[in-house]
Every structure is written in structure tokens, then in C-alpha cells.
T-cell receptor, first 116, second 114 residues
């Protein structure tokens, strides 16, 4: 089945630094990928939708200059948290649509970001 | 706008008992509906999906869900709970046509008592 690989699984960084999270579709081409943020014991909040070769569409309230999304190829999307602060600590999950959503959406294993 | 409501943030059942996790959706047109399971510190795994074929959908690990348009519901059931079913469950909805974003419910934590 469709597999999405997300790296790193855990990262600890210092305040003020930037962190890049990668999301790769291993056995299919993902025209559209989604980035979610999940706080402890809460649901997933969509941050942005990324389409290959074009600018990402951000949800209301998400700072596009802080959360940079790049989707340069059909198999790779990246999320860069710039100038990270402790409040950016969270669980970030990427997802890709399979068959334009008809066959579901496959998720990466998530990245636990801790900013100290 | 699409929305999903999961009744009960926490459900506890005994091992071997029926599992019932409730999900109601709000949509102006029949949507796609999904149930996902999440284990601690992991991504989401698809249990099953409804995309307008049979209204009773069978998924993995013995789970199934029934789409009821008149009740705008898509409840998840499993006849006999297993200890390994303990996890967080999310109901999600998306529009049809193309790669639409998923809107998630609040999640239901399922606990299995021995």
C-alpha cells in the first residue's frame, strides 16, 4: 500500500534555530500533501495544504513565514519551522492523498518537536 | 463547512465486549468519511473509509462502520474488543472530488479493561 515516510521522528532544538521535517511518498506520487499539528490529547489541526510545484495554502491563523512548506517534487514535501520557540513544541504529521482522496489519505509517523 | 462530532472523548469497555464509537458529520452533500486509529507517538492508520459504495464498510482488525445518511452518522463498531484495540480513534470527513483536506473530529480514547 501507499507509504509516507516522515523524518525525523524526534527532534530537540534550541530556541531561535530552524528545524526541517521531511515527508516522502515512497511508492506513489503525491500531488497534494497536508501538514497537521497535534497538541497533547487533542485532535489534528490542519496547518497547510501543499501542491507540487506551487505555493502552499495555509489555514487561517497559521504563520506562513514561520512554517515554510516546500513541495518541489511529487515525492517530497518539507516543513521548516523557522526561529523556533518553545510554544512551537508539538507533534507534526504529514499526510498525502492517494488516488485524489478516493482511496484515502496516508499519514507519516509524525515528528515530535521539542524546543528548549 | 464540513464538521465532525465524536460523542465521548473517552470510552471504556471490557475485553470481549462490543466497541461502539460514535461519529456524526455535518455536510451539505454526501462526503467521504474515514476512521483512523492512532497509537501513542505515532501517525494515523486508516481503519476504513466510506466513498459511496456499500453503506456498511468493513475495515481492518475486525472494525466496521455504517453510513446512515438520515442520521448523518458513521459510527464505528467491533463485536469483541481486544486489548490491542486500546488507542485514540479519529473520525474524519472530506469533500468529494480531488484531494480535499480532511476535517477531524475531536478523537475518542478507547480503553480496554481486562
Amino acid at each position: 500500500g501507499a507509504v509516507v515516510s516522515q523524518h525525523p521522528s524526534r527532534v530537540i532544538c534550541k530556541s531561535g534555530t530552524s528545524v526541517k521535517i521531511e515527508c516522502r511518498s515512497l511508492d506513489f506520487q503525491a500531488t497534494t500533501m497536508f501538514w497537521y499539528r497535534q497538541f497533547p490529547k487533542q485532535s489534528l489541526m490542519l496547518m497547510a495544504t501543499s501542491n507540487e510545484g506551487s505555493k502552499a495554502t495555509y489555514e487561517q491563523g497559521v504563520e506562513k513565514d514561520k512554517f515554510l512548506i516546500n513541495h518541489a517534487s511529487l515525492t517530497l514535501s518539507t516543513l521548516t519551522v523557522t526561529s523556533a520557540h518553545p510554544e512551537d513544541s508539538s507533534f507534526y504529521i504529514c499526510s498525502a492523498s492517494v488516488g485524489e482522496g478516493l482511496y484515502g489519505y496516508t499519514f507519516g509517523s509524525g515528528t515530535r518537536l521539542t524546543v528548549v | 463547512a464540513q464538521s465532525v462530532t465524536q460523542l465521548g472523548s473517552h470510552v471504556s469497555v471490557s475485553e470481549g465486549a462490543l466497541v461502539l464509537l460514535r461519529c456524526n458529520y455535518s455536510s451539505s452533500v454526501p462526503p467521504y468519511l474515514f476512521w483512523y486509529v492512532q497509537y501513542p507517538n505515532q501517525g494515523l492508520q486508516l481503519l476504513l473509509k466510506y466513498t459511496s459504495a456499500a453503506t456498511l464498510v468493513k475495515g481492518i482488525n475486525g472494525f466496521e462502520a455504517e453510513f446512515k445518511k438520515s442520521e448523518t452518522s458513521f459510527h464505528l463498531t467491533k463485536p469483541s474488543a481486544h486489548m490491542s484495540d486500546a488507542a485514540e480513534y479519529f473520525c474524519a470527513v472530506s469533500d468529494r472530488g480531488g484531494a480535499q483536506k480532511l476535517v477531524f473530529g475531536q478523537g475518542t480514547r478507547l480503553t480496554i479493561n481486562p
